[in-house]
């Protein structure tokens, strides 16, 4: 079956063309990166809510 989305374990071919680093140094930094972005968020969401789904999500996840 052929993949629909990209697969996410490699790094995106997308460049920053105002990026003034190398793309070596651009994944240097990102493996020491501890952000994750979350897309679909309203506006209004609270950090709250966020842990509130997430200890959720872990607790589904060890049980």
């Known amino acids: 079956m052929a993949?629909?989305?990209?697969?996410?374990d490699h790094p995106s071919s997308y460049k920053d063309n105002h990026a003034r680093e190398s793309r070596e140094e651009r994944e240097a930094k990102l493996a020491d990166s501890k952000t994750l972005y979350v897309g679909n968020l309203s506006f209004y969401t609270t950090e709250a809510q966020i842990y509130e789904r997430e200890d959720r999500s872990y607790s589904r996840r060890t049980s």
Do not use: N, P
């Not at 993949?3 to 996410?8: A, F, G, K, M, S």
């Open 3 to 8: 993949h629909v989305v990209e697969r996410l």
